[in-house]
């Protein structure tokens, strides 16, 4: 299925830690947190406003994360293996100008996990069927991170075919490829995030 070579970091939702650190403008409070980019990824997100006209990330944001929240998921042993035993920075797939990860709103990724829970347990199938993804790529405990977009100041904007872990259509057939416009192919809302910090996030056990 296509979605497990972009699933291995679950782009949308599923990512391991790095070791970066990537020069950004700090916003002030009232700054949109879409601009709190460097140079690179602000042309990146301007290029893909332009592209997604007259919708962009601002009204992307507005109507599918009203909260100004983001989550996402990865197996336990992942995150004690690129996280905790790396003392990791950043959350996401990391090259010389970034660590990028695809994360959804927190209230679709909670009400996915409760739905699939139950006896104390989650069912991978269930919850990789709300989320569009394999089951393979929940099983065991998992670990659910939540980001305060506003308060830990990420650069945040539409996903492009470009990113990593943005794996691309190979013929007309393929139904799980990479869509543009802030979705998902399974409909899911999603925003790609640009360093997002490891010591600011939420992480709670999902058994």
Request: charged share 20%; hydrophobic share 35%.
């Amino acid at each position: 299925m296509a979605w497990m070579i972009r699933g291995l970091l679950v782009s949308a939702l599923f990512v391991v830690g790095c070791r970066h650190s990537a020069p950004a403008v700090t916003p002030e409070p009232s700054t949109p947190v879409a601009l709190s980019c460097d140079e690179r990824q602000s042309e990146l997100s301007r290029e893909a406003d332009q592209r997604a006209s007259p919708y962009g990330i601002e009204q992307h944001l507005a109507k599918n994360f009203p909260e100004g929240s983001v989550s996402w998921l990865m197996k336990d042993a992942q995150y004690q293996q690129y996280v905790v035993q790396t003392g990791a920075t950043n959350f996401g797939r990391c090259d010389d100008s970034g660590c990028y990860l695809f994360a959804a709103p927190s209230s679709v990724i909670r009400d996915a996990v409760r739905k699939a829970s139950s006896g104390g347990t989650h069912d991978p199938a269930v919850l990789g069927q709300a989320l569009g993804l394999p089951a393979k790529n929940f099983e065991g405990p998992l670990r659910m991170m939540t980001l305060d977009l506003r308060a830990s100041a990420p650069c945040v904007r539409l996903p492009v075919d470009s990113d990593p872990g943005a794996w691309k259509c190979q013929s007309e057939q393929d139904t799980d490829c990479f869509k543009f416009g802030g979705y998902t192919s399974g409909g899911l809302p999603e925003v790609m995030v640009i360093n997002a910090p490891v010591s600011q996030a939420v992480v709670t056990e999902v058994p």
